[in-house]
């Protein structure tokens, strides 16, 4: 499951800042995930949990933000969101495109405490 690998490099990225700030305690940690990203959220949620036991995070949440897909068509060059792993345009039936959003997998917040 490659969530406990995701959730090992989120708090392994986590304690690295927490650690440049003076090992303060981590109290929340905010993703932002495309839909893309095909990320089995419980699972990522269950496995930071595992991982955070006896560090500066074991008091953390984790909270994430879904970022939705938007797709340019290769074809008349519309901007649509997917609906699904098929891309097909609803202008045009064309399939394919170029992602222009929803491939994002960051941090994008980290909260210590005082």
């Known amino acids: 499951m490659h969530e406990f690998s995701l959730a090992s490099n989120i708090l392994e990225r986590a304690l690295a800042i927490a650690h440049e700030h003076g090992d303060k305690p981590i109290r929340r940690v905010t993703l932002e995930i495309g839909a893309l990203q095909e990320v089995a ?3 990522l949620l269950f496995a930071f949990d595992a991982s955070k036991t006896d560090t500066l995070a074991q008091n953390a949440q984790l909270e994430w933000m879904e970022i939705p897909a938007r797709v340019e068509c290769e074809h008349c ?4 969101e997917p609906e699904g792993p098929i891309w097909v345009c609803p202008a045009c039936q064309g399939h394919g495109g170029t992602a222009l959003q929803g491939d994002e997998f960051l941090i994008a917040s980290l909260e210590l405490e005082d």
């Open 41 to 43: 959220v419980e699972a």
């Open 77 to 80: 060059g519309r901007l649509y």
